[in-house]
C-alpha cells in the first residue's frame, strides 16, 4: 500500500541556518505530494504541494520538488526563521482515491533558536 | 468564514463512558474526515465521508462511528471509551472533484481516557 517515510526528528537548527526535511514515499502510479504544518496548539495547514514528476511547489520561502526516479519530496529553506519552529508533515494522495484521502508521514519537529 | 470548527477543545472520559465529537465547516465542502495524532505516529485516517450520506473506513476504525449530519457537520462518536484512544482528533474538510486538493482543519480535541 502506500506510504510516507519521514527523516526523524526533533530537527535543532540556529535562525538562518540552511533547512532540509526528507520525504520519501512508495505509491503506486502517480500521486499528488503535499507538506503541512502544524504549529503549537494549532490544526495542519497546507504549506505547499506538487501534483506530477518535476513540479515545484513553494510557499513562505519553502521548496519542495517532486522527484519520481528518487520517490522524494524533500522540503527545503534556505534561512529559517525562530517563527518556522512548528511540526511538519509530508503526505500523498493516489490518483483516483475515493474522497481524496491523505497518506501522512510521522511528522518532523523543528525547533530554531535564535 | 470560521473554516473549519471542532467541540470540544479538551475532554476527559473514564473507561467505558461514550462521547461524540462534533465538527462543522462552512466552506461548503463536500468532503469530511476525522483523522488522530499520535506521538511518532503522523495523522491517521479513522473515517472519511466523500460526500454528504456517504462515509467510509479509514486506517484506524475500529472503535468508532460516524454521522454525516448534513454538508456541513461530521460527528466522531466513541460508545465505550478505552485508554487505547488517548489522542488528539482532528477534523478536516475539502473540495474532492476526482482530484486530491487542499484539507482544511479543525483546531483539535484533545481526548483523555483514565
Known amino acids: 500500500g502506500n506510504s510516507v517515510t519521514q527523516m526523524e526528528g526533533p530537527v535543532t537548527l540556529s535562525e538562518e541556518a540552511f533547512l532540509t526535511i526528507n520525504c520519501t514515499y512508495t505509491?503506486?502510479?502517480?500521486?499528488?505530494l503535499f507538506w503541512y504544518v502544524q504549529y503549537p496548539g494549532e490544526g495542519l495547514q497546507l504549506l505547499l504541494k506538487a501534483t506530477k514528476a518535476d513540479d515545484k511547489g513553494s510557499n513562505k520561502g519553502f521548496e519542495a520538488t517532486y522527484r519520481k526516479e528518487t520517490t522524494s519530496f524533500h522540503l527545503e529553506k534556505g534561512s529559517v526563521q525562530v517563527s518556522d519552529s512548528a511540526v511538519y508533515f509530508c503526505a500523498l494522495s493516489g490518483r483516483g482515491d475515493q474522497g481524496g484521502k491523505l497518506i501522512f508521514g510521522q511528522g518532523t519537529e523543528l525547533s530554531v533558536k535564535p | 468564514n470560521a473554516g473549519v470548527t471542532q467541540t470540544p477543545k479538551f475532554q476527559v472520559l473514564k473507561t467505558g463512558q461514550s462521547m461524540t465529537l462534533q465538527c462543522a465547516q462552512d466552506m461548503n465542502h463536500n468532503s469530511m474526515y476525522w483523522y488522530r495524532q499520535d506521538p511518532g505516529m503522523g495523522l491517521r485516517l479513522i473515517y472519511y465521508s466523500a460526500s454528504e450520506g456517504t462515509t467510509d473506513k479509514g486506517e484506524v476504525p475500529n472503535g468508532y462511528n460516524v454521522s454525516r449530519l448534513n454538508k456541513r457537520e461530521f460527528s466522531l462518536r466513541l460508545e465505550s471509551a478505552a485508554p487505547s484512544q488517548t489522542s488528539v482528533y482532528f477534523c478536516a474538510s475539502s473540495f474532492y472533484s476526482g482530484r486530491t486538493d487542499e484539507q482544511y482543519f479543525g483546531p483539535g480535541t484533545r481526548l483523555t481516557v483514565t
Open positions: 505509491a503506486t502510479g502517480y500521486p499528488s
